[in-house]
């Protein structure tokens, strides 16, 4: 690694970023923003860093190409002196004080023998998919749609009537299975329960969002799997499609494709070695430091154990927690976050959700519907502040019902019902 050392009191001259993310990037990115001119190296081994949301929607869709996923071209990185190492880190040794008082750095090991030492190391290893434990599930040919190289082989397979299952009914899930549909292929959606977007969006939207499926065209199958079988399993040659779903009822869903979208779990390996605190997520200040000094962690990975909010494993949080952690690096205060927010896409809807829609004790949710059916969703809380909200099809309700919560405004829940009372009056307080 090269650069300069930065000439700022406490800076650090030397970083390594582990995962190339939003949450990654995003720290790679801020640091040079603010001003660090120290060596910076990122590692990720799939090479020039890219965007993963568009992976489940238009992307799978061929609506966007390989190129625009990228948050920079390959050119960027020589221009900041920004060292993008095409590597898997696999082992983290956290550095300290020699006992004769020399700092001795920390040391990123890469899967080819190579060592990166630096003098603060942020882990942004993301999440991984959520393992479905039952007979069968770990078949190379099942799907999980985490990366690019997952959607271009999900892609290659969807044609005019090809069987799709889709084991999952979060937005992944939900997201495939449309876009699954708009390739013409015959999709059934296999979700634990009626209302899987429900934590998300609160009720009245979720059974909304639900309702959309078997609009659409896809057959939703509630049930949760108790094995799978495949067409090279011994004895499995006479079933008629490669793969075959066996749910815990005894109902059975036969597919080509399977695609496991049962969500994700914190990808804590690397800290968990290198001795880090770590409890569901790497545990995390707000500013994302880590038990262990000079290592910091962001994005999905993390559990902060100071936030007002909770986890919120989605793209704007991961690439606020980036930001937050390279200005502590430097000594320097954040940009204040706000309230976290979200959006999917499906079937031709956009959602969006800001806040948390779990109601709190003494709290209350507000539905607003238009045309007979729920088109936003708020909560609030004991005093009437507003917790989070919800709309289908209207991003500038969220954004001011992001302006709301942000400011701690008490709102009127008549108002909230009343679709013919634009929310902005209300963000004026």
């Known amino acids: 690694m090269s650069g300069d050392v930065d000439a700022r009191a406490g800076a650090p001259a030397s970083v390594v970023v582990v995962g190339g993310g939003v949450a990654g990037f995003g720290a790679v990115r801020e640091l ?44 960027w990185f020589a221009e900041h002196d920004v060292e993008l190492v095409e590597e898997a880190a696999v082992r983290l040794t956290p550095g300290g004080a020699h006992p004769d008082g020399d700092p001795v750095p920390h040391r990123v090991e890469l899967a080819s023998g190579r060592v990166l030492e630096a003098e603060a190391v942020v ?14 599930a770990t078949h190379p040919g099942l799907i999980t749609l985490r990366t690019r190289a997952d959607a271009d082989a999900l892609r290659e397979r969807l044609h005019f009537g090809a069987e799709v299952a889709v084991v999952g009914g979060g937005f992944t899930g939900a997201e495939a299975a449309s876009s ?15 209302a899987p977007a429900l934590r998300a969006v609160g009720p009245a939207l ?69 001795g880090l605190e770590v409890a569901d997520g790497i545990l995390v200040d707000e500013a994302g430091r880590t038990s262990v000094p000079g290592i910091l962690a ?12 909770g986890p919120s494993p989605h793209w704007e949080p991961a690439l606020s927690s980036g930001a937050a952690a390279a200005a502590a690096l430097l000594g320097e205060e954040p940009e204040p976050p706000g309230a976290p927010w979200l959006w999917s896409d499906r079937h031709g809807c956009h959602v969006e959700a800001v806040g ?74």
Do not use: N
């Open 356 to 429: 948390d829609m779990a109601v709190p004790a003494g709290g209350a949710s507000v539905d607003r519907e238009a045309r007979g059916a729920a088109v936003a969703s708020f909560v609030l809380d004991a005093e009437g502040r507003m917790r989070g909200a919800a709309s289908i099809d209207d991003p500038m309700a969220v954004k001011a019902a992001r302006r709301i919560i942000d400011r701690g405004i008490v709102v009127d829940p008549q108002a909230l019902a009343d679709p013919t009372v634009p929310l902005k009056s209300l963000a004026r307080g």
């Open 123 to 136: 882990l942004a290893t993301g999440g991984r998919p959520r393992p479905l434990d039952v007979e069968g």
């Open 206 to 274: 979720a059974a909304r969002l639900h309702r959309m499926h078997a609009e659409h065209g896809v057959a939703v199958e509630v049930g949760r799997v108790a094995r799978i079988e495949h067409r090279d399993d011994d004895g499995g040659a006479a079933l008629p499609a490669a793969h075959r779903l066996h749910l815990g009822d005894g109902r059975t869903v036969d597919a080509d494709v399977v695609v496991l979208a049962g969500g994700t779990v914190p990808d804590t390996a690397l800290a968990e070695e290198a």
């Open 180 to 194: 699954a549909r708009q390739a013409l292929a015959a999709v059934t959606l296999v979700t634990a329960t009626d």
């Open 298 to 309: 962001v994005g999905d990975a993390t559990r902060a154990t100071d936030s007002a909010w």
């Open 32 to 75: 040079r923003r603010r001003g660090h001119t120290g060596s910076l190296a990122l590692v990720e081994p799939q090479g020039v860093p890219y965007d993963r949301p568009p992976l489940s929607k238009d992307y799978l869709t061929g609506e966007t190409d390989a190129h625009r996923l990228l948050f920079a071209p390959p050119s």
